[in-house]
């Protein structure tokens, strides 16, 4: 939850230019940089290997979409017209992260715990990309969206199944 806290704090204090593509872009380097965080934090102290795999491939991911997001917005200018509503929309769904991972019971057993608040993290950026589709205009981004929600779909689907079977493991063990 620490990594999520510091995301947040970061996210809200990055200036903000209205222009959908950039602002996506440049929430989505935090974002993912949380996540590459937490994925990391899952290597250094999970146990069960099929989380650790989840976390590798998580962290490769991103961290190759962090350099394509850098690139974009290393050459991309805020254009207009610009679109205010799109940083409320980011933040109301940041928001709902937040409160989702606030509502979690963590238990101190990194791997169910770091699948629980991936799904929340995950589905933040289902719905930041999503707004993006609607509201974007660059061919770049939108196609960073879209992978983004086929990808972390598929990856909300693989840890609920795991935390499914988990919790099960864990009620017949009790």
């Known amino acids: ?6 995301m947040m704090r970061r996210m809200e204090a990055q200036a903000k230019t209205q222009d959908p593509d ?8 935090l974002h993912h940089e949380a996540a590459v965080q937490m994925g990391q934090e899952e ?8 989380m650790k795999t989840m976390a590798q491939d998580i962290v490769a991911k991103q961290q190759a979409q962090i350099t394509q997001f850098n ?17 409320a929309i980011q933040k109301a769904n940041m ?16 791997d169910f ?3 629980q608040l991936m799904v929340d993290h995950h589905q933040a950026a289902i719905d930041n990309s999503e707004a993006l589709l609607q509201h974007g205009r660059e061919t770049t981004t939108r196609t960073l969206a879209q992978t983004i929600i ?13 935390l499914t079977r988990n919790r099960q493991v864990r009620l017949h063990s009790a």
């Open 150 to 162: 086929t990808d972390q779909r598929r990856e909300i689907a693989m840890l609920q199944d795991w």
């Open 95 to 110: 928001d709902r992260m937040m409160a989702a991972s606030d509502g979690r019971t963590l238990t101190a057993r990194p």
């Open 43 to 50: 290597l250094r102290t999970g146990s069960n290997q099929e």
């Open 1 to 6: 939850m620490k990594i999520m806290d510091d």
């Open 71 to 87: 690139a974009f917005t290393s050459g991309h200018q805020p254009r207009q017209p610009l679109v205010p509503q799109f940083n």
């Open 113 to 115: 715990d770091f699948a």
């Open 22 to 29: 950039h602002d996506y872009a440049t929430q989505m380097v």
